[in-house]
T-cell receptor, first 113, second 113 residues
């Protein structure tokens, strides 16, 4: 059953803590993405990776970090430097080739207490 | 930078009505345009992808068109059903950043039984 999984579904964090969101895909896709979605706003790109051991900053990378050690996995760490981390986080992947579709995971809702 | 706009932000129609959702983008140098559906609290589901060389794509009751020169795409939904109620988002991939997508803020559709 191919797809993208994200865990956990809900995450609560105290101020000053770092947290890591998991994203795994078994679609054999090279490219993976992290987006942030806030109410009434479109998706904003945090980081993306086109290949293992390589990633690029998106529009709102400050306060976030990523790694891409395996093709299947692209974890996102929300650090204490992120001033307003409460949001819905979406992971996506895309196959090689410019005309391929982007597929999304079910999302993680992060709430800072 | 690519700006993507979706109008209207919200739309309410009676069941059975045909409807059109609009998406406009500022930079016509795109690789493709993708339409998504998002249910509350969920990830995005891909509906249709139109390559830059194509004019339209169809899937069941959905038809998406693309006019690259004018920077516009429409999503036509025929014979709407209450199950079509969701937020619909469009995203474009620019030619100079082929693997990076830019999203609109979405149109929230309610189909009234």
């Amino acid at each position: 059953d191919g797809g993208i999984t994200q865990s956990p579904k809900y995450l609560f964090r105290k101020e000053g803590q770092n947290v890591t969101l998991s994203c795994e895909q078994n679609l054999n896709h090279d490219a993976m993405y992290w987006y942030r979605q806030d109410p009434g706003q479109g998706l904003r790109l945090i980081y993306y990776s086109q290949i293992v051991n390589d990633f690029q900053k998106g529009d709102i990378a400050e306060g976030y970090s990523v790694s891409r050690e395996k093709k299947e996995s692209f974890p996102l760490t929300v650090t204490s430097a992120q001033k307003n981390p409460t949001a819905f986080y979406l992971c996506a992947s895309k196959g090689t080739g410019i005309y391929n579709e982007q597929f999304f995971g079910p999302g993680t809702r992060l709430t800072v207490l | 930078k690519q700006e993507v706009t979706q109008i209207p932000a919200a739309l309410s129609v009676p069941e059975g009505e045909n409807l059109v959702l609009n998406c406009s983008f500022t930079d016509s140098a795109i690789y493709n345009l993708q339409w998504f559906r998002q249910d509350p609290g969920k990830g995005l589901t891909s509906l249709l992808l139109i390559q830059s060389s194509q004019r339209e794509q169809t899937s069941g009751r959905l038809n998406a068109s693309l006019d690259k020169s004018s920077g516009r795409s429409t999503l036509y939904i025929a014979a709407s059903q209450p199950g079509d109620s969701a937020t619909y988002l469009c995203a474009v991939a620019k030619r100079d950043t082929g693997n990076q997508f830019y999203f609109g803020t979405g149109t929230s559709l309610t189909v009234i039984p």
